[in-house]
Each structure stands twice: as C-alpha cells, then as structure tokens.
Nanobody
C-alpha cells in the first residue's frame, strides 16, 4: 500500500507563488513516475506535470509551461511543485499521484493518489 500526502496549498494573489509538497510512504517510489494533477469545480482532472524516476525527464501541461516546475527528492520520498506567476484559472484542488505501471500521461496511468490540497488564486 502506498500513501501520498500533499501540503502547501492556500490562498494567494494573482502573480504570486506557492510550493506544493507530496510526501509518500509505504514503499520506495524512487523507480516510478510521479505526477501532479488538478481539478477545478465542474471540470475534469487534468495533468499539470509529471517527473520520471530519474528526476531528469519532466513533462508539463500546456497551461503551466514556463510557470510551474516539478522536482523530486527520492531520499526524502517527496515530490514538489513550484508554482510561479499564478493566475486565477490555476484555482483547483491539486493532487499528486504515482504510476507503478510505467505510463505517465493520463489519470488512468496512475495507481495511487493523495487526498488533494486546495489552491485558490485571487484576482
């Protein structure tokens, strides 16, 4: 069993920054892809960013490219999402997830999810 716990969400003004953290436990996840997703009210859950086990290869959703950065510290079993230049449309619940089966591009590729952390960006 794998547990993921997100933190770092909150209320921020447009143009501000937040850093989300996701601490994992239950089994070592250094060999697996990790991802951040978000879901706004009335919308489907969407991919924000993913990072491969090495931490070298990353992928971003088009709406966050150039503003968000995903990173991981395998020694701490933690994945981060640095969010800069935040916009009101970034408001959503943010989830981290782990893919044990090798895929990384869609929600169906991920096997375990955290409970989510709310990010609200005011205009």
């Amino acid at each position: 069993q794998v547990q993921l716990v997100e933190s770092g969400g909150g209320l921020v003004q447009a143009g501000g920054s937040l850093r989300l953290s996701c601490v994992t436990s239950g089994r070592p996840l250094s060999s697996y892809a990790m991802g951040w997703f978000r879901q706004a009210p009335g919308k489907e859950r969407e991919l924000v960013a993913t990072i491969m086990w090495s931490g070298i290869s990353t992928h971003y959703g088009d709406s966050v490219k150039g503003r968000f950065t995903i990173s991981r510290d395998n020694a701490k079993n933690t994945v981060y999402l640095q969010m800069n230049s935040l916009k009101p449309e970034d408001t959503a619940v943010y989830y981290c997830a782990v893919s044990l089966r090798g895929g990384w591009g869609t929600t169906n590729d991920y096997d375990y999810w955290g409970q989510g952390t709310q990010v609200t960006v005011s205009s």
